[in-house]
């Protein structure tokens, strides 16, 4: 059983950084490839960031590709967004998901494949 709870967001000046944490309190997070998309209002959730269960794969969006970093303890069962040079546009809701399957991206980028979501933490940037 997964049980994601997610800490940090809050609210920031652009160029800025944050660091968004994700914890599982069930017994498979090692188990698990681990996302992190993200919602402004009036728009879908969109992909950010993917690590495959091993943590030896990982994917960004253009978006934020050079920017932020996603990382994974499978001992501490914490999965960790670290997010860097902090632009407007970066101003959503932010999730952080479980899921099995294949560690691809094409696979990882999509919200559907995953099954278990943590409970949304804001993150505003402000200009």
């Known amino acids: 059983q997964v049980q994601l709870a997610q800490s940090g967001g809050g609210l920031v000046q652009a160029g800025g950084s944050l660091r968004l944490s994700c914890a599982d309190f069930?017994?498979?997070?090692?188990?698990?490839?681990m996302g992190w998309f993200r919602q402004a209002p009036g728009t879908e959730r969109e992909f950010v960031a993917a690590?495959?269960?091993?943590?030896?794969?990982?994917y960004y969006s253009d978006s934020v590709k050079g920017r932020f970093t996603i990382s994974r303890d499978n001992v501490k069962n914490k999965l960790i967004l670290q997010m860097n040079n902090l632009k407007p546009e970066d101003t959503a809701v932010y999730y952080c998901?479980?899921?099995?399957?294949?560690?691809?991206?094409?696979?990882?980028?999509?919200?559907?494949?995953?099954?278990?979501w943590g409970q949304g933490t804001q993150v505003t940037v402000s200009s």
């Open positions: 998901a479980a899921g099995e399957g294949s560690p691809s991206f094409v696979f990882l980028s999509q919200r559907d494949k995953y099954p278990y």
């Open positions: 069930g017994l498979a997070f090692s188990y698990f490839n």
């Open positions: 690590i495959s269960w091993s943590a030896t794969s990982t």
